[in-house]
């Protein structure tokens, strides 16, 4: 069963950054797509990126492109979210998912397509 860690979270003035990870417990790590998302408080989960299995192909909601970038670590295990330019509107609890795919280069970015799930990190954005 693969479960999912995310870290790195924390308080960050705006204009900066923060990279947050996302360990997962399998070896496995690699057949599946990840995504992250995040939720404000009283707001819904909504999807930021997503990044395939073989890493070659990455999707972003049009809020975080060009701030925020997902790469993956098939050999740690490990999944990233670099962002960057930080505004408060970024403050949420984010979270990493995981789906098992059969094709190395789909990414899969919705909320009810997630398998699994980590308890999230929260990022506060503020001076």
């Known amino acids: 069963q693969l479960q999912l860690v995310e870290s790195g979270g924390g308080l960050v003035q705006p204009g900066g950054s923060l990279t947050l990870s996302c360990q997962a417990s399998?070896?496995?790590?690699?057949?599946?797509?990840i995504a992250w998302f995040r939720q404000a408080p009283g707001k819904g989960r909504e999807p930021l990126a997503c990044i395939s299995r073989s890493g070659t192909h990455t999707n972003y909601d049009e809020a975080v492109k060009g701030r925020f970038t997902v790469t993956r670590d098939n050999t740690n295990n490990t999944a990233y979210l670099e962002m960057n330019n930080l505004e408060p509107e970024d403050t949420a609890v984010y979270f990493c998912?995981?789906?098992?795919?059969?094709?190395?280069?789909?990414?899969?970015?919705?909320?009810?397509?997630?398998?699994?799930w980590g308890p999230g990190t929260q990022v506060t954005v503020s001076s």
């Open positions: 399998i070896s496995s790590f690699s057949f599946y797509s």
């Open positions: 998912a995981a789906r098992s795919v059969f094709v190395p280069t789909m990414c899969e970015m919705t909320v009810g397509g997630m398998g699994f």
